[in-house]
C-alpha cells in the first residue's frame, strides 16, 4: 500500500503496454458492459518502445476528480472513465468490509487526479485507448491496494483494454453471462515463451481520421450478416487453432491465420453498410508485397494485421527482420532517405537480391509509409518505483504541460 506523504497526498505510477490482435476483436451484446460477440487474442508489445504512464494521486485536499490526457486536461465525466473509477472503488470498498485493514489509511472518499502520457505520438494511429485503460484501471488498483482480476474492470473502459492487462499471448474469453463476470483477459504464454518473435509496426502516412472502433463495431453488429457468420462459426475454432500454434511456435501456422483473421475482419467492414474502409492503397500494396515475398520463399516468413486504420502490423522472426524491412524501404522509400525511418530495436542493414525485388510484383510509393517502429512481445502492467517519475508533483498538478 502506498504511504501518504508529509504533504497529506499519495502518488502511483503505473506503466501499461499497447496490444495487437492476431484473432479480432468487432462487435459486442452489450454495449454498456462492453461485452463481445466473440472471443480474441493478441500479442503484449514491448513498453520500451510502446507505453502509457498513469501517475494518480488522491489527497483529502482535492476538490473534484480530475484528467489530464498527454498534457490537456480532459472531461472526468465520460461515462467509461466513471465506471473504471466506479467499479475499482467498490472493489476497494469490498476488500475492507472484508476486513482488509492495510487500506484503511487511504480515504476513498478522497478525490483523485490522474495523468496519462503516451510515449508514442496519437497521430500514429496506433490504438492508444487499450493501455491508456489498462494503465489508469491498474494504477487505481495499486493506490487502493485492490488485486484480483482487474481485466474486468479494464474491459469496460475499452473492450480491448482488457488483453493489456497481462504480457505476453493473451485472449480475451467471450464469456456467456449477462453481467461480465467471465468476460475476461487471460495469458496463453508468457512473453518469454516465443523470443525470436518480432514485431514491425510500420506507420502509414493517412490523410483522413478513420471512423472509430466504438461506432464502426456498431454499425457491423447492425447490418453485417458476414459479421455474425465470423463470430458464431469462424472464430472459435480460429481460437483453437490460433492457441496451439502459439504454443508451438509455429510460425507459419500463426501468420497464416493472423492474416486471414486481418482480412475477415476488413471483409466484414466491407459488408457493413455503409461500408466501412480502413485500408488504403498503401496498406494494399503492403498486403500484396507479403504475399509475393512469402511465395517467392515458399512459406511464410512475414505476416501482416491491420486494426482500425490503415497502419500494417507485421510478424516475423528475427533471423528476417533485416531482410523485411529493406524490402520495405525499397518499395516504400523513406523521406530523405530515412534519418527517422526506424525506431525500436535495432536493425542491420543488407543488400537485397535481385530475385527478390523482381519477385515483388509492387509499384514502389515514395513516402507511402512514415517509419518502422521495431518491437516484440513483451510483460504487462508494471509500477514505477522511482517516485521523480511521478507525473504529478506534490501539489496534485501535472508536472509537465503541452
Ligand atoms: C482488436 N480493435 O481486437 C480490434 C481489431 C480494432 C480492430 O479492439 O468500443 O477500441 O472501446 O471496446 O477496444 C478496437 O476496439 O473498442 C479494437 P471499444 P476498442 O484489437
Redesign the pocket.
Known sequence: MPEESRHNITLVTCTAPV???VI???G?RDEDL?LPINS?L?VTLHQDQLKTTTTVASSRHFKEDRIWLNGKEDNINQP?LQSCLREIRRLARKRRSDGDVSTESLGLSHKVHICSVNNFPTAAGL?S??AGYACLVYTLARLYGVEGELSEVARQ?????C?SMYGGFVQWRMGERTDGKDSVAEQVEAESHWPELRVLILVVSAERKPVG??AG?HTSVETSLLLKHRADSVVPGRMTEMISAIRQRDFAAFGELTMKDSNQ?HATCLDTYPPIFYLNDVSHRIIRMVHCYNAHYGHTRVAYTF??GPNAVIYTLEEHVDEFVQVVKHFFPPENNGGQFLKGLSVSPVSLSEEVKTAIAVEPTPKGISYIINTKAGPGPCMVEEPSLHLLGADGLPKQTV
Do not use: V
Request: aromatic letters at 12%; hydrophobic letters at 40%.
Open positions: 496490444n495487437i490482435a479480432k476483436y468487432w459486442k462492453i480474441s493478441s467509461r490504438a485507448s487499450a473502459g475499452s473492450g480491448s483494454a488483453r472502433s466504438t463495431m475482419f486494426d482500425a
